[in-house]
């Protein structure tokens, strides 16, 4: 069973709208979570990354939370733009490094 | 800084052929990884090295596939023979060791017909 999953698999949302994408993990012990966007064709680029202590991190439009007690998370798309449409993968490193990917969030921004 | 370097970006090979995928860390990154993605299974780890050394390669699907990295600025992934399963997109990330920024090259796709 993925120790990362994701929510919803895709979603489409209008240009200028808000969306929050899910990330709930079992991933032990816990060290880092991140929020990763992966435009098609391209590499996985880093978003926020945030540790045990930190409940948000915000990178422009782009705001991630973290509830280490529950194991949740969640990636917060503001005013989204054509160019939000990628996919959204969040990834739990444990205390020894190993990563855990989710399988991602398919966004699809429509004019 | 040019990030991480992968090449060639694409690569369309015949099964049986040798296929052997190439990469540039980030100067003063100690540590490199190879990943696969598929649609079916994602971003899969297949082994990572440390100052040149690999550390876990239990992710390497079989003996058809070997990585090097015979110096901290250049690695490779080879397969040998290619089959059509290997097809895929295959990623080289490179990290400074205790550092959280992953950064990861913009891929290899590989299809093996």
């Known amino acids: 069973k993925n120790q990362v999953e994701q929510s919803p698999q895709s979603l489409i949302i209008l240009e200028g709208k808000n969306c929050t994408l899910q990330?709930?993990?079992?991933?032990?012990?816990?060290?880092?979570l991140r929020w990763y966007k992966q435009d098609t064709g391209r590499g996985p680029v880093s978003l926020t990354i945030m540790t045990f202590s930190e409940n948000t991190k915000s990178n422009g439009r782009y705001t991630a939370t973290l509830d280490a007690d529950t194991k949740q998370s969640s990636l917060h798309i503001t005013a989204s733009q054509l160019s939000d449409s990628a996919s959204y993968i969040c990834v739990v490193s444990s205390s020894w490094g190993k990563l855990q990917f989710g399988a991602g969030t398919q966004v699809v921004v429509t004019p | 800084d040019a990030g991480v370097i992968q090449s060639p970006r694409h690569e369309v090979t015949e099964m049986g052929q040798e296929v052997t995928l190439r990469c540039k860390p980030i100067s003063g990154h100690n540590s490199l990884f190879w990943y696969r993605q598929t649609m079916m299974r994602g971003l899969e780890l297949l082994i990572y090295f440390n100052n040149n050394v690999p550390i876990d390669d239990s992710g390497m699907p079989e003996d058809r596939f070997s990585a090097k990295m015979p110096n901290a600025s250049f690695s490779t992934l080879k397969i040998q023979p290619s089959e059509p399963r290997d097809s895929a997109v295959y990623f080289c990330a490179s990290n400074n060791q205790g550092g959280y920024g992953y950064t990861f090259g913009s891929g290899t796709r590989l299809t093996v017909v």
């Open positions: 990330c709930n993990y079992t991933v032990s012990p816990f060290s880092n």
